[in-house]
């Protein structure tokens, strides 16, 4: 296998990552994933980590390109952040070096921060997926959803990535879920998760409404109806997800009243989007992200230069 292999491009987050061997031409020869995200990785190696990782692609002696939070301050190397606007096709020209990989070449893709007075936002990662739907779809204008952990809205014009903002919706419902008050009207942690349609369809429309009160006065609401039997266990979960994607949606659509948006991710994360996008009579063109990650960090390397920019 090694010998096809052109490049080793990798997806590498806070607590998994994905990667991807690629051919000649940018396709996925072979392809893994793990929970070795850099808050799990030993001692802070990431060299020998990586070499776990992909010991049997490294035969043909590959370039390596990476995103994610393994360029974060606290992953392998910090790389720097670009300030909007930034042009997604020039981010192979502004890679950070990694020179302690077995002689290999090894690279992580910068970051993107917008940055006002009195306000901050960052990505790692997410501008490889618009790009990726760039380079596979040439998609250079619209609204971008970014469902996960930090989900964020973006706005992309002719190529030129101009704004963005972050909502912390994963993060909350894993804190809210399995910590403090809320957790006690919740399944044991160590049950099957299951998804209750109707109670996150009431949770999207509670918070979306116009009239919706704040999103902590909704919070404790989880917790009181649970009180008086209007939620059960198995709904709650549900129900608290419903009004976290629905606040996280009707201030994204204060920000930018879209009816088409592009969204990019899981394809469980796209579903539950997809419900709360009707309640907003919003069009999702849904893209997963393990179809457009690999082209997209591929089209970086090449840009770079660590792979021919003749290979098609």
Same mark, same amino acid.
């Given at each position: 296998?090694s010998?096809?292999?052109a490049?080793?491009?990798?997806?590498?987050?806070?607590?998994?990552r994905?990667?991807? &061997?690629l051919?000649?031409g *940018?396709?996925v020869?072979?392809?893994?994933?793990d929970?070795?995200?850099?808050?799990?990785?030993t001692?802070?190696d990431f060299?020998? +980590?990586l070499? #776990?990782l992909? &010991?049997d692609?490294?035969?043909?002696r590959p370039?390596?390109?990476?995103a994610?939070?393994? *360029?974060?301050?606290?992953?392998w190397r910090?790389?720097a952040?670009l300030?909007?606007p930034? /042009?997604l096709?020039q981010?192979?020209l502004?890679?950070?070096?990694?020179e302690?990989? /077995?002689?290999?070449?090894?690279?992580?893709?910068p970051?993107?921060?917008?940055? @006002?007075?009195?306000?901050a936002?960052?990505?790692?990662?997410?501008?490889?997926?618009m790009?990726?739907?760039l380079?596979?779809?040439?998609?250079? $204008?619209?609204v971008?959803?970014l469902?996960?952990?930090?989900? =964020?809205w973006?706005?992309l014009?002719?190529g030129i990535?101009?704004?963005?903002? @972050?909502y912390?919706?994963g993060?909350?419902f894993?804190?809210l879920?399995?910590s403090g +008050?809320?957790?006690?009207?919740?399944?044991? =942690? /160590?049950a099957?998760e299951?998804?209750?349609a109707e109670a996150? $369809?009431?949770g999207?429309?509670?918070a979306g409404?116009?009239?919706?009160?704040?999103i @902590?006065h909704?919070?404790f609401g989880?917790?009181?109806?649970?009180?008086f039997?209007k939620?059960?266990s198995?709904t709650a979960?549900s129900?608290?997800? *419903?009004l976290?994607v629905g %606040?996280e949606?009707?201030d994204?659509?204060?920000?930018?009243?879209a009816r088409?948006v592009?969204?990019?991710g899981s394809a469980k994360?796209l579903?539950?989007?997809? #419900? &709360?996008? %009707?309640?907003?009579k919003?069009?999702?063109?849904?893209l997963? +992200?393990d179809d457009?990650?690999?082209? %997209?960090?591929?089209?970086? &390397?090449?840009?770079?230069?660590?792979?021919?920019?003749t290979?098609a």
């Amino acid at each position: 296998m090694s010998g096809k292999i052109a490049c080793i491009a990798l997806d590498w987050g806070t607590s998994n990552r994905r990667g991807w &061997a690629l051919d000649a031409g *940018g396709h996925v020869v072979d392809g893994r994933s793990d929970d070795q995200g850099l808050i799990n990785v030993t001692d802070r190696d990431f060299a020998g +980590s990586l070499r #776990r990782l992909v &010991a049997d692609w490294l035969g043909g002696r590959p370039p390596v390109i990476m995103a994610g939070m393994i *360029g974060s301050r606290l992953g392998w190397r910090e790389a720097a952040y670009l300030e909007t606007p930034v /042009d997604l096709t020039q981010l192979g020209l502004h890679l950070t070096v990694i020179e302690d990989f /077995d002689g290999l070449p090894v690279r992580i893709v910068p970051g993107v921060a917008r940055v @006002t007075e009195d306000s901050a936002d960052v990505m790692r990662g997410e501008e490889c997926q618009m790009l990726g739907a760039l380079l596979v779809r040439g998609q250079r $204008d619209g609204v971008f959803l970014l469902p996960g952990t930090h989900a =964020k809205w973006a706005l992309l014009e002719n190529g030129i990535l101009t704004d963005f903002r @972050t909502y912390m919706t994963g993060e909350l419902f894993g804190h809210l879920r399995n910590s403090g +008050s809320l957790s006690q009207v919740m399944p044991p =942690k /160590d049950a099957p998760e299951t998804f209750d349609a109707e109670a996150f $369809d009431r949770g999207v429309t509670r918070a979306g409404a116009p009239d919706a009160p704040g999103i @902590t006065h909704l919070l404790f609401g989880v917790r009181s109806l649970s009180l008086f039997s209007k939620l059960t266990s198995a709904t709650a979960p549900s129900y608290l997800s *419903g009004l976290l994607v629905g %606040a996280e949606m009707r201030d994204a659509l204060r920000w930018t009243p879209a009816r088409h948006v592009t969204a990019i991710g899981s394809a469980k994360l796209l579903e539950t989007y997809a #419900r &709360a996008a %009707a309640y907003f009579k919003i069009t999702l063109d849904r893209l997963e +992200s393990d179809d457009i990650l690999p082209p %997209a960090l591929f089209g970086i &390397a090449r840009e770079a230069g660590l792979v021919a920019k003749t290979a098609a």
